[in-house]
Every structure is written in structure tokens, then in C-alpha cells.
């Protein structure tokens, strides 16, 4: 059987990394499959790479455009999407432009405020630079109102929405909801009951305040460690800060990388999920917490104030601490009820939408070729 569209995703980011593009792109990629669409994954796992500077754990491709060229032709897409400003994309924006061929881009990384974090470099220098690689996009594709807005403010003006989405069947409620009745509590809230499993035990006292995500400088987790909170704090994840983080706060717990059911099972340990990021796009660990039946403690900022409603699955507060402190209140069937309003088939005809919103010139290019 003929496939719907024939899709071709290029990416900078891809496994071995662990991190929200990554997920959103794999989870993404099974979905257009299982709606019936052929999908195509151009990654750095397909080039030679190098690791980039002050961020070992990506890979950059090394001069990839001839190949990349080759396989892009070879692919005859129906519809090409380019997730990264790194050098795979720059090669596909290269190529479809030089063909005519349109693509849809997408910003899932707040790159300026990154750059400046790690060398100082001027936001506006590093805004020039995106709103040249996306702006011949038919569509650049953003996960949260807010993001639009401040694209919007820096002169990018051919947006779309693209949600996120979350696995409910593994980030799950484990054991009991602060003693009460499990099997009502999760047959109400979406979860089976009969399948979960006592919380797995992690070291430390009670509350459990946990971090889950990259461990680099851009995420701002000193601003949670510093904090003088009760219980234990445990950072989930590995990245470049990973060794420092450790000798600076001895007496958080850090476990290094964790996937699968094993990152689930942390999750659904915690009292509380702190996100202390500033720059994130959207925090998709932000859903993961709460399809888990954890509310969450962040800053009022981008990300959160598109996801956590207030008082209500999380508490955000500029006083970090007071936000977790009050977060161990909310009540945890709140937190799982709305997780499960973010399905990973919404976001994915949302993205579809986008790319076939720019076939008619596809059309128009292979004619003129």
C-alpha cells in the first residue's frame, strides 16, 4: 500500500542524546507512521561527526552536505521537515532552496539565550542569525502560545502551533496518592489500577523534590540545589555540569542517565518536580511529571505558563522555594487529569497540517524543474 505522504526529517539532534527533541521527534516519527505516512530520518547517526565544543554528548556532522544532498534526492519527498539550525539543517535548507522545494522548520530550542549563556554573544546577533534560517520556511512550528509571542517580538512572522504530546501508559501514577484509594483515584484519572506497582524506593528522606533533564548550564539547576528545602533533592539526568553539580551539592542524589521505565519510576518517586529552567521552549518533562501525579514548582516563565495552571497541577512563584514548598499541596489526580489532554496523535496532525499546507508549491517546484 501506497503511503499517505512520503516525509523526510532532518535533525541534528537524535539519539545517542537524551532530551526533549529527541522524544518529541521519535514519538512524532511513530505516530506519522502509524496514520500510514513513510517517514525518513536524516540524523547525525548517518555521518561522520565530531563532538561539539563545550557539549561533548552532540555530535555535529562533518561536511555533510554532498551526501546529504544525495540522500534527499533519492528520498523524493513528499514533504520535508528541518527540526535544527545545526549543520545537517543549514545542508537541507541549502538544498531545498537551491530546488525550490519547500520545508517547514521548527524552534525547539531557545539557541540565542543558550549562546549567551556559554560566550556571551549579543542575542540580537544570534535572532539575525534564526530568523535568516527560518524565515523561507513555509511554516516554523512552535509548541506554546508564549514562544509565539516572542518570536513575534524578534520579527519572525510565518508561525504555526505544534503541541507536544506525553505516553500516559509509562509515565503513570505508581502506588498511592498520599494514602488514598488507589484504584479510584487512577480508574478516575486514567491510569490502571490494577497494573501499578508500590512507588520504587529511592534513598533520602521525605519530600522527595527531583529534577529531571539535561544537566547544563542553560537549565539553572543551582537555582533549585540552593534551595533550603526539606526532604532529599535529586537531579535525574547526565550532561556537562553533571561532575561539578556533584562535587559542589554532596548531599543531593544524582543518578546520571536513566530511560525507559527506569526515568518513569523516578519520576513517579517525587513529591514534587522542580523546574528551574528559564530558557526552555516548552519543557516536555513538564507533562511527564504530571501524567506521573506529580505537580510541579517552577518559575512564572515560558514553558510552564503554558502548561502548570497555577494552584492548580503546580505552583509557580519568582521564589522558587516557596513554589516547591507549596506544591506539596496540590492535589495529585489534578496533576493526571490534565496530562492526559496532551496526546502525542493531537500534536501530530497538527504537525501534519503544516506540511501539507506547503505541498501546492511543492507541486509548483517540480514542474518548473
Same mark, same amino acid.
Given at each position: 500500500k501506497k503511503p499517505n505522504m512520503n516525509i523526510v526529517i532532518v535533525s541534528d539532534a537524535w539519539y545517542p542524546q537524551i532530551n526533549g527533541v529527541v522524544r518529541t521527534l521519535e514519538r512524532t516519527r511513530d505516530e506519522l507512521v502509524r496514520l500510514g505516512h513513510a517517514v525518513t530520518m536524516v540524523a547525525p547517526d548517518r555521518f561522520r561527526t565530531l563532538p561539539c565544543p563545550t557539549y561533548p554528548e552532540i555530535r555535529l556532522s562533518l561536511f555533510p552536505n554532498t551526501k546529504l544532498r544525495a540522500m534527499l534526492t533519492a528520498a523524493e519527498p513528499d514533504a520535508l521537515h528541518i527540526a535544527t539550525e545545526g549543520p545537517l539543517g543549514l545542508a537541507a535548507r541549502a538544498w531545498a532552496l537551491k530546488k525550490g522545494f519547500p520545508f517547514t522548520t521548527s524552534f525547539h530550542t531557545q539557541f540565542p539565550e543558550y549562546v549567551k549563556l556559554?560566550?556571551? #554573544? &549579543?542575542?540580537?546577533?544570534?535572532?539575525?542569525?534564526?530568523?535568516?534560517?527560518?524565515?523561507?520556511?513555509?511554516?516554523?512550528?512552535?509548541?506554546?502560545?508564549?514562544?509565539?509571542?516572542?518570536?513575534?517580538?524578534?520579527?519572525?512572522?510565518?508561525?504555526?502551533?505544534?503541541?507536544?504530546?506525553?505516553?500516559?501508559?509509562?509515565?503513570?501514577?505508581?502506588?498511592?496518592?498520599?494514602?488514598?484509594?488507589?484504584?479510584?483515584?487512577?480508574?478516575?484519572?486514567?491510569?490502571?489500577?490494577?497494573?501499578?506497582?508500590?512507588?520504587?524506593?529511592?534513598?533520602?528522606?521525605?519530600? #522527595?523534590?527531583?529534577?529531571?533533564?539535561?544537566?547544563?548550564?542553560?537549565?539553572?539547576?543551582?537555582a533549585f540545589l540552593k534551595l533550603d528545602l526539606p526532604g532529599t533533592k535529586y537531579v535525574v539526568g547526565g550532561g556537562p555540569d553533571?561532575?561539578?553539580? @556533584?562535587?559542589?551539592?554532596?548531599?543531593?542524589?544524582?543518578?546520571?542517565?536513566?530511560?525507559?521505565?527506569?526515568?518513569? @519510576?523516578?519520576?513517579? *518517586?517525587?513529591?514534587?518536580?522542580?523546574? &528551574?529552567?528559564? *530558557?526552555? *521552549?516548552?519543557?516536555?518533562?513538564?507533562?511527564?511529571?504530571?501524567?506521573?501525579?506529580?505537580?510541579?514548582?517552577?518559575?512564572?516563565?515560558?514553558?510552564?505558563?503554558? #502548561?502548570?495552571?497555577?494552584?492548580?497541577?503546580? =505552583?509557580?512563584?519568582?521564589?522558587?522555594?516557596?513554589?516547591?514548598?507549596?506544591?506539596?499541596? #496540590?492535589?495529585?489526580?489534578? =496533576? @493526571?487529569?490534565?496530562?492526559?489532554?496532551? *496526546?502525542?496523535?493531537? =500534536?501530530?496532525?497538527?504537525?501534519l497540517t503544516h506540511l501539507e499546507a506547503a505541498r501546492p508549491s511543492r507541486e509548483r517546484a517540480l514542474a518548473a524543474s
Open positions: 556559554r560566550t556571551g #554573544i &549579543p542575542l540580537g546577533l544570534s535572532y539575525r542569525f534564526m530568523r535568516w534560517f527560518h524565515g523561507p520556511a513555509a511554516t516554523v512550528m512552535v509548541a506554546t502560545p508564549t514562544l509565539k509571542r516572542n518570536l513575534e517580538k524578534w520579527g519572525f512572522t510565518n508561525l504555526g502551533m505544534w503541541s507536544r504530546g506525553v505516553n500516559t501508559e509509562l509515565f503513570r501514577p505508581r502506588g498511592k496518592f498520599h494514602g488514598d484509594d488507589l484504584g479510584q483515584r487512577q480508574s478516575e484519572s486514567g491510569a490502571n489500577p490494577e497494573r501499578d506497582e508500590p512507588k520504587p524506593f529511592l534513598d533520602g528522606n521525605r519530600p #522527595i523534590f527531583l529534577y529531571m533533564g539535561r544537566v547544563a548550564v542553560e537549565k539553572n539547576i543551582e553533571l561532575d561539578m553539580l @556533584r562535587r559542589k551539592y554532596p548531599a543531593a542524589r544524582f543518578t546520571g542517565y536513566k530511560t525507559g521505565e527506569e526515568l518513569a @519510576r523516578h519520576m513517579a *518517586t517525587a513529591d514534587v518536580f522542580v523546574f &528551574p529552567s528559564l *530558557t526552555d *521552549t516548552f519543557g516536555l518533562v513538564l507533562i511527564e511529571a504530571l501524567a506521573c501525579g506529580v505537580p510541579v514548582a517552577a518559575f512564572p516563565v515560558q514553558g510552564p505558563i503554558d #502548561i502548570v495552571e497555577n494552584g492548580v497541577t503546580g =505552583c509557580l512563584d519568582e521564589n522558587l522555594e516557596t513554589a516547591a514548598m507549596k506544591a506539596l499541596q #496540590i492535589d495529585p489526580e489534578r =496533576c @493526571r487529569r490534565q496530562a492526559l489532554l496532551y *496526546t502525542w496523535e493531537a =500534536c501530530t496532525r497538527q504537525f
